[in-house]
C-alpha cells in the first residue's frame, strides 16, 4: 500500500489546497497530515503570540475537517528548524510514507529547510510540491528581459494579462475516504499559543469563507470610498487567514469574480481595487523569492542603510505604547496591542511616523509590528515598512514625509477612531481631536494625555537631512 503523508504548514485549510488535494487524487492510498509547530524559529523570528494561538485553534477545526474525510492530522511541537527536519523524516520512515506533498513557502529560511527535507528524503520518499499560496507562482511574471518587476504598476498590469491566461480555479475539498484510521490526539497546546487571539477573528477555514463572502456580496464595491477610513469597517479584515492560510487567494479571486464578473475590466470599481491589493500581496512574495536578501531585513536601496538612525528607547517605548501624544498614532497603536490588527492607512501613518518623525531604524518597527500582528507576513510586513521607510522598491519617497496631524484630519475627521481607543480624549471638541494638546492649552486644562513627544516640522527637517547625508554616502 502507498502511504501519501502531506505536511501542512500555512495552509490550514481542505478546500483549495494543492497538496492535500494532490495526495488525495490515489483512492487507494493511505493519506496522513502532520502539523509541526516550531515555537523556538516563531520566537526567533517575533511571531505574535496571537498568531500562534490563531494557528493552533485553526488546528483543531482543520484536524476535525479532515477526520470527516477519514486523513487523521497529527500535531507535533520541535523547538526549531533543524529538529523539525528529523522529526519529520523518522516519521515518514516509520509510517513507511511513499509520497510528501507540501505547499512551498517563499521565506529563506522556510526554503532551505525544504530543501534539506528532500535531501534527506531523496531515494526513500519522492518529494511533491506546489505553488499554492498565490495567484501565480514567484518568477512567473517577468519583464521582457526576464528579471522581476521592481516598480508595482508595469508588474499588475503584466500580472493581470497573465492571470487571464492561467488556470486558477478553486480545488474541491477531497473526498471521504474508505477506510478508518486511528484518530489522533487533539493538537497539543503549543508552548507559544497561550494567548488569546481575539473575538474579531474567529479561527477556521468557514469563518474566513463566511467573511470573504459577505465582503465580496455587501461591501467590495465601496471599497474605494471607505478603504481609508479606519472608523470604517471598509476592507475585508481578511488578512490573518490568508496569512496562516485558512484562506486561499485563489478563494478570493474566485468569490470575487462570482460577484463582479467584470472586475478586470473596471478599473474604477471596488471589485478591481480590492483586487488590486490582493496582487500587492503578490508583489511583495514575488519580489522576496526573487530578492532573499529582503529576508534578512536587507533594505531594497543599499544607500539607506546609511541613514544614522537616532534609536531613542524612550521614544520607542512611546510609540510602542501609543504614547506619542500624536492621537491618530497611538490609537493605532492600541489598536494593534489590543486586537493585533491595524487598519492599513494606519499602518502607513504609524510606520512613517516612527521612522520619520522618532528617525528610528524602520527593521524595529517591524518586529515590532510583527510581534503583535495575528496577520504577521514577512513579504508583506517587510514591504509594507520598507514603502513607508523610503527603502523599498517603489516605496514613497524620502522626501516625502507623511504630517501626522493631516492624515488624522483627512482620514478620521470627526475623531470617531481616536475616541474609540483614547477614551481620555472624549470630551476634545471633533476640530480639536487631532492636536488636543492645543485645545488644552486654550481651555487652561490639563489632559491625562501626553504632549507630542517630537515636534513635527522639526522632525521632519532633521529626517531629511538624515537621508541626504546618507545618500550622499553617509
Ligand atoms: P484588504 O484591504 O481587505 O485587502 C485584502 C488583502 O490583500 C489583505 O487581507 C492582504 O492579504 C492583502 N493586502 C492588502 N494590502 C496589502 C499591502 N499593502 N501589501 C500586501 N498585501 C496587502 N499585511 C499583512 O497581511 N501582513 C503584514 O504583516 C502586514 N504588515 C504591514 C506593515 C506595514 C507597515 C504596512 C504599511 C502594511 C502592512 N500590511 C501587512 C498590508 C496591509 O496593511 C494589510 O494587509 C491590510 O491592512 C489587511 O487588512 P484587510 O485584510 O482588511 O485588507
Not at 508583506?380 to 514613497?396: K, M, P
Amino acid at each position: 500500500m502507498t502511504t501519501h503523508l502531506v505536511w501542512l504548514r500555512n495552509d490550514l485549510r481542505i478546500t483549495d489546497n494543492k497538496a492535500l488535494h494532490a495526495a488525495c487524487n490515489e483512492p487507494d492510498a493511505r493519506v496522513l497530515a502532520v502539523f509541526i509547530a516550531t515555537p523556538q524559529q516563531w520566537r526567533r523570528h517575533d511571531i505574535a503570540p496571537r498568531q500562534a494561538a490563531l494557528i493552533h485553534a485553526s488546528l483543531k477545526q482543520l484536524q476535525q475537517a479532515l477526520e470527516q474525510k477519514g486523513i487523521p492530522l497529527y500535531c507535533h511541537q520541535c523547538d526549531d528548524f533543524a529538529a523539525s527536519i528529523d522529526w519529520l523524516t523518522d516519521y515518514c520512515a516509520k509510517q513507511q510514507v511513499t509520497v510528501l506533498f507540501y505547499n512551498r513557502q517563499y521565506e529563506l529560511n522556510e526554503w532551505r529547510r525544504d530543501q534539506q527535507v528532500e535531501q534527506r528524503l531523496a531515494g526513500r520518499v519522492r518529494c511533491q510540491h506546489f505553488d499554492d499560496s498565490l495567484l501565480l507562482p514567484p518568477g512567473s511574471v517577468q519583464t521582457g528581459s526576464g528579471e522581476m518587476y521592481k516598480v508595482y504598476t508595469p508588474f499588475r498590469n503584466a500580472f493581470i494579462r497573465r492571470l487571464t491566461e492561467s488556470d486558477v480555479r478553486c480545488l474541491p475539498a477531497p473526498q471521504p475516504r474508505a477506510g478508518a484510521l486511528p484518530i489522533p490526539d487533539a493538537p497539543p497546546a503549543f508552548e507559544y499559543s497561550h494567548a488569546d487571539p481575539g473575538e474579531d477573528f474567529p479561527a477556521g477555514e468557514q469563518a474566513a469563507l463566511q467573511r470573504l463572502r459577505a465582503f465580496c456580496r455587501q461591501q467590495v464595491q465601496d471599497y474605494l470610498t471607505q478603504r481609508d477610513l479606519p472608523a470604517i469597517a471598509g476592507t475585508s479584515s481578511l488578512s490573518p487567514y490568508l496569512a496562516i492560510g485558512t484562506l486561499s487567494p485563489r478563494q478570493c479571486f474566485n468569490r470575487l469574480c462570482a460577484e463582479h464578473p467584470s472586475v478586470l475590466e473596471e478599473r474604477e470599481s471596488g471589485a478591481f481595487g480590492w483586487l488590486n491589493e490582493l496582487i500587492w500581496r503578490e508583489f511583495y512574495r514575488h519580489l522576496m523569492a526573487a530578492y532573499p536578501a529582503l529576508c534578512r531585513h536587507r533594505p531594497f536601496i543599499a544607500w539607506t542603510d546609511k541613514v544614522r538612525w537616532r534609536n531613542d528607547e524612550s521614544l520607542l517605548q512611546a510609540w510602542q505604547r501609543g504614547k506619542t501624544g500624536y492621537p491618530i498614532v497611538d490609537a493605532a497603536m492600541r489598536q494593534l496591542n489590543n486586537t493585533g490588527w491595524m487598519h492599513n492607512r494606519l499602518r502607513m501613518i504609524s510606520a512613517s511616523f516612527l521612522v520619520k518623525d522618532l528617525l528610528i531604524d524602520w527593521r524595529v518597527g517591524e518586529r515590532y509590528f510583527m510581534s503583535q500582528l495575528l496577520d504577521g507576513d514577512l513579504a508583506a510586513n517587510n514591504g509594507g515598512w520598507q514603502w513607508a521607510a523610503s527603502t523599498g522598491t517603489d516605496a514613497v519617497p524620502y522626501f516625502r514625509i507623511f504630517n501626522p496631524t493631516s492624515q488624522s484630519e483627512r482620514f478620521d475627521p470627526q475623531g470617531t477612531f481616536i475616541r474609540k481607543w483614547l477614551p481620555e480624549l472624549a470630551d476634545v471638541p471633533d476640530n480639536d481631536i487631532h492636536q488636543p494638546h492645543l485645545w488644552a492649552q486654550k481651555q487652561q486644562l490639563v489632559l491625562n494625555y501626553p504632549l507630542p513627544v517630537v515636534d513635527h516640522r522639526q522632525a521632519r527637517l532633521e529626517t531629511l537631512a538624515a537621508f541626504e547625508a546618507a545618500k550622499q554616502g553617509g
